[in-house]
């Protein structure tokens, strides 16, 4: 369906508080709304940031993981709504791990969700991340 669209920040239709409202915009597109598992748990996730689009590129890729555990890294907690989507659309026996240079975002660990503080660009961080993940059970 073409038509314009809104984009910017709460493009998943959580909650957006006016300052929010002061990015979005207007773009003409070729927009097709996502179908799937994965585009319904999405939209559950009202603290999530994503591009509609991506969710049709998660399911094609994604789609051959879920019926058994895996671990997954995510780099970029925010709100913990992709936390959420993964935890939801994975195996409940899957680890989750999310990474944020934001202390806040620690509060977003649960049961299968581990998060790892500090910044991207450090690279014996990240590796230390990846490993920790590796052996977790
Ligand atoms: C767009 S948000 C992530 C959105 C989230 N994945 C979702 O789908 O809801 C980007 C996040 O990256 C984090 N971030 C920015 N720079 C970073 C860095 N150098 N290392 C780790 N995290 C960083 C920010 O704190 C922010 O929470």
């Known amino acids: 369906m073409a038509g314009r669209l809104n984009v910017g920040h709460g493009q998943m239709g959580g909650p957006m508080s006016l300052k929010d409202r002061t990015f979005l915009r207007q773009v003409d597109v070729d927009y097709k709304e996502p179908t799937g598992d994965i585009w319904?748990?999405?939209k559950t996730c009202t603290t999530m940031f994503k591009w509609h689009h991506y969710f049709?590129?998660?399911?094609e890729k994604l789609a051959p993981y879920r019926d058994k555990p895996v671990k997954i890294l995510e780099i970029g907690v925010h709100y913990g709504g992709s936390l959420k989507l993964w935890h939801e659309y994975f195996h409940k026996d899957s680890t989750i791990v999310g990474v944020d240079?934001?202390?806040r975002c620690a509060?977003?660990?649960?049961?299968?969700?581990?998060?790892?503080?500090?910044?991207?660009?450090?690279?014996?961080?990240?590796?230390?991340?990846?490993?920790?993940?590796a052996n977790l059970t």
Request: aromatic letters at 10%.
């Open 40 to 42: 319904e748990i999405a």
């Open 101 to 103: 240079i934001e202390e």
């Open 56 to 59: 049709t590129a998660y399911d």
């Open 107 to 133: 509060r977003y660990a649960r049961d299968n969700i581990v998060i790892e503080i500090g910044d991207q660009s450090d690279e014996k961080f990240l590796k230390l991340s990846w490993t920790s993940m």
